[in-house]
């Protein structure tokens, strides 16, 4: 019996295959040396061989020599350097190669698709296989599953059904990694019924398949659909768990996240990887679930998870948002800076907000190496959020200038620090820059504008703003202009506004209701105040909060109804607060109900004892009454308990500065020109039939040092002082932090109508607008 002598050739090619499993490229080399001298550098299929053994130890240059050398070639030989190239990236290089060949094949072709989607050319990719289907070369099922994951990340689901359409052609719809590439496809292309029915139709199924099904019910919104998938599952991989896991927590399901991996380590013995404990992080934080997230902390030094990277930053997210920042900032100090996210630096700049730790918050903002929008955004709504106005600015200013573009939040945020101060300029000036940016369109720009321009006085251009995005049917913006038109004693339009909105099947909430409430309050609608808080709490089912039930005991009490605002205040389900009571005491000193005045002024300091506006308002009930002795011995009890009234005040902003003043006030620099000026305009308009009312004076004082105190309040005297320095027939504009009283009222609309200036005053409730002898709020307020 004759002994079997394998033939030299196969020996050199298991020798090549050895030495690309030992991953000894150099050994190769040597067997190709072997080769030569053995007179074998002929053979086309050692040459193969040897180009394959070249190409995937990353000698490709070795290998393109070798192929280039060769006397004859096959197709093989063209596939193998092909595929070289396509794989290393070159993919210019494969084209090139790809052009030379004589007759390409279904590998050839398959190599410049996959080629192409590894380079992320996925539209080349697709043309490929246009050009393929064009060339009549039959596609495989590698060709077939590379140009569905081209329609897939393109969500080209046009040609991604006619890609099925030769799936069904040609039979390859039973290969199970061609189904799971239609069901990605289907998913990933906004057709969730075909990827149901191609899953459906599937005979063998593997887990890529199921899990396919539960991340499309995920992205569909369909937890329940993707939990009764992965129930109906004999066998679960750890991506199957992290489907569920992932899916809840992106769906803000945070609980069903935790309670899935708890499931997962009781019935398995899978570990978590990165995506697993990234996502029970997130869903921790976001619960606040502090000591849950310790736990699973702890798991991850036990096991020596490596913490850089997404598990890193899920776990600095979670003790910021949990209330552990300190835990976070040295994880944070520990950890190599390059491999933590933004997001990481953004939830301690969050965490140390929540605190109201700025100093903080601005040393992490500034550890930053580079600062992106989100940063930048984060550390002024921070500032904002605190009352840090200035700092807001400043830093706005400084992101301007090293070239960040602010995005929709940041414009927002600093629009509320304009509204904030009535800063019209200013605002004006986020206005224009939200333009050249294409941010004004935006929501939450525009709601901010609305807001801003509301806030300064030019209702008008608040209303332009809201015509131009209304259609977007958004309720923050609706109840934004509703409250404004309410603010600026256009009661009448903010219910039209109101009405319109539920018209056009707008959900109110319970802002919305306090908005609309004002509105019937500022012109004295009180029945249809009655109608909206039933509608609020039987048609929309809100349930009133202490803001609704001060907005009503405020109705009544404007309106007169003292006795039915006490009813009210009698049937409240819950105690009423400070701002009920306080409702209620400024209605009785207005309708001088002096007994009513004194329970709703108990009431109050019981709550509060402190409060100088319960003591001012029963003492000027009493004084509006004549009972001046009494009216004396509560500004006694208030001067023995050492309780201050709040100071009145009015301000103006000219050219970028801000000018206050007070009642008699004799400190300001133009002090003898304004006092001079206001002397002036009280004679003339008292030759225009104003008369000073002096009752609002609640001291008893001789009715000449009466008038001058009235001729001397804050309002009058910012008034002067914006007369003498701005234009003619420019609007002014004057802010005040208490309810203006009676004699200013009156006296402004006759000073309009003297200078001939639409004079806009804001005090501690709404919108005076003083033109031509008449204000907007038609003398109810």
Sequence with gaps: MESYTQP??????????TSLRTKNPFAGKLVHAQIIKSGLHLSVFLMNNLINCYAKSGFLSDAHHVFDEMPSRNTTSWNTILSAYAKQGRIDDAYCVFKEMPEPDSVSWTSMIAGYNRMGCVENAIKMFLDMISCHVFPTQFTITSVLASCAAIESLGIGRKVHTFVVKLGLNSYVSVANSLL???????????????????????????????????QSGRPDLALAQFDQMSERDLVSWNSMITGYNQRGLDREALDILSRMSKETSLKPDNFTLASVLSACANLEELNLGKQIHAHVVRT?????????????????????????????????????????????????????????????????????VVSWTAMIVGYVQNGFNDEAINLFRSMIREGTKPNSYTLAAILSVSSSLASLNHGEQIHAKS??????????????????YAKSGSIDCAKRIFNLIHWKKDTVSWTSMVIAL???????????????????????????????????????????????????????????????????????GRAGLLQEAQGFIEKMPIEPDVFVWGSLLASCRVHKNVELAKVAAERLLLIDPDNSGAYSALANAYSACGKWEDAAKIRKSMKDKQ????????????????????????????????????????????????????????????????????????EKLAIAFGLLNTPENTT?????????????????????????????????TRFHHFRSGLCSCHDYW
């Excluded at 030299?8 to 295959?17: E, G, H, K, N, P």
């Excluded at 008699?664 to 004679?683: N, S």
């Design 486 to 556: 309410a603010q600026h004693g256009l009661g009448e339009e903010a219910i039209e506004l109101f009405e319109k909105m539920l018209e056009f099947g707008i959900k109110p909430d319970h802002i919305t209701y306090v908005g609309v409430l004002s509105a019937c309050i500022h012109v004295g609608y009180v029945d249809q105040g009655r109608k909206y808080y039933k509608l609020m709490k039987d048609a929309h089912g809100i349930e009133p909060t202490p803001s609704h039930y001060a907005c009503m005991i405020d109705l009544f």
């Design 732 to 764: 002014l504009r004057v802010m005040k932090n208490l309810r203006v009283c009676d004699d200013c009222h009156s006296a402004i609309k006759f000073i309009s109508k003297l200078v001939g200036r639409e004079i806009i005053v804001r005090d501690a």
């Design 304 to 372: 020596e998870f490596n913490t850089f990277g997404p598990v890193g930053n899920a776990l600095i997210s979670m003790y910021s948002k949990s209330g552990g920042v300190g835990i976070a900032r040295k994880i944070l100090e520990h950890s190599v800076t390059s491999d933590l996210n933004v997001i990481a630096f953004t939830s301690i700049l969050d965490g140390y907000i929540k605190l109201g730790d700025m100093n903080s918050a601005r040393q992490i903002f500034d550890a930053l190496r580079t600062h992106d």
């Design 8 to 17: 030299l050739s196969d020996i050199y090619a298991s020798l090549l295959q």
């Design 643 to 714: 309780v201050k009234k709040e100071q009145g005040f009015s301000w103006v902003q000219i050219k970028g500065e801000v000018h206050v003043f007070g009642v008699e006030d004799a400190l300001h620099p133009q002090r003898d020109a304004i006092y001079r000026l206001i002397a002036k305009i009280w004679k003339e308009i008292k030759k225009m039939g104003f008369v000073p009312n002096t009752e609002a004076v609640l001291h008893d004082l001789d009715e000449e040092v009466k008038e001058q105190i009235l001729r001397h309040h804050s």
């Design 435 to 452: 333009i050249r940016l294409g941010e004004v369109s935006s929501v939450s720009v525009s709601n901010g504008l609305i807001s801003m």
């Design 184 to 218: 990605n496809m289907y998913a990933k292309s906004g057709d969730p019924v075909t990827a149901k029915v191609v899953f459906d139709r599937m005979k063998l199924k593997s887990i890529t398949s199921w899990n396919a099904m539960i991340s499309l019910h995920m």
